[in-house]
T-cell receptor, first 119, second 111 residues
């Protein structure tokens, strides 16, 4: 079964530095998501992306965050100026169909994550 | 307030000792309830999607069921390799595709 891949697996950065997290989605999937999970806490939605634009974002996703598909395949999450509280696991997820129809296959498949540590 | 609540937070079983994990939800307009397995330091691994009350799905030793207020993940004769955190998530409403997760149940199966 095709898998979502993410790079790097681990990233250590200094507070205030920019980081870019990368995701290679499953090829025929249309919706892309970023979630994060702070150690010991729930998985939280950050942003969804469809047709080269943000379709939805959470209150966590402030001006320090941005997403793009720079080459039509990779999907990136950029944090411009990292804070200590950005330390978390960041997961990319893909959805094949974004149609909100009961019974449609709406399963999101997650990547292995990037562990970000901000010092 | 929590929209998705999982219980228990942690569960320790002996190998072969069957049990159930619970996921209760308070959202309206449920479009899907999802079960994932998460190993330490890894991403959520998809297990099941349930769409309507009364639906059941099975995979090996796992069986997921759904009612109008909750879902159960039944584990029959578990093995040590079933040890993981089991996450429940819901998709609801019309326009959104974001998943709302519970805090998970940490399952430990001892040989």
């Amino acid at each position: 079964e095709p898998e979502v891949t993410q790079t790097p697996s681990h990233q250590v950065t200094q507070m205030g530095q920019e980081v870019i997290l990368r995701c290679v989605p499953i090829s025929n999937h249309l919706y892309f998501y970023w979630y994060r999970q702070i150690l010991g806490q729930k998985v939280e939605f950050l942003v969804s992306f469809y047709n080269n634009e943000i379709s939805e974002k959470s209150e966590i996703f402030d001006d320090q965050f941005s997403v793009e598909r720079p080459d039509g395949s990779n999907f990136t999450l950029k944090i411009r100026s990292t804070k200590l509280e950005d330390s978390a696991m960041y997961f990319c997820a893909n959805l094949r169909s974004g149609r909100a129809i009961q019974g449609a296959k709406e399963t999101q498949y997650f990547g292995p994550g990037t562990r970000l540590l901000v010092l | 307030e929590d929209q998705v609540t999982q219980s228990p937070e942690a569960l320790r079983l002996q190998e072969g000792e069957s049990s159930s994990l619970n996921c209760s939800y308070t959202v309206s307009g449920l479009r899907g309830l999802f079960w994932y397995r998460q190993d330490p330091g890894k991403g959520p691994e998809f297990l099941f999607t349930l769409y309507s009350a009364g639906e059941e799905k099975e995979k090996e030793r796992l069986k997921a069921t759904l009612t109008k207020k909750e879902s159960f993940l039944h584990i029959t004769a578990p093995k040590p390799e079933d040890s993981a955190t089991y996450l429940c998530a819901v998709l609801y409403g019309g326009a959104t595709n974001k998943l709302i997760f519970g805090t998970g149940t940490l399952l430990a199966v001892q040989p």
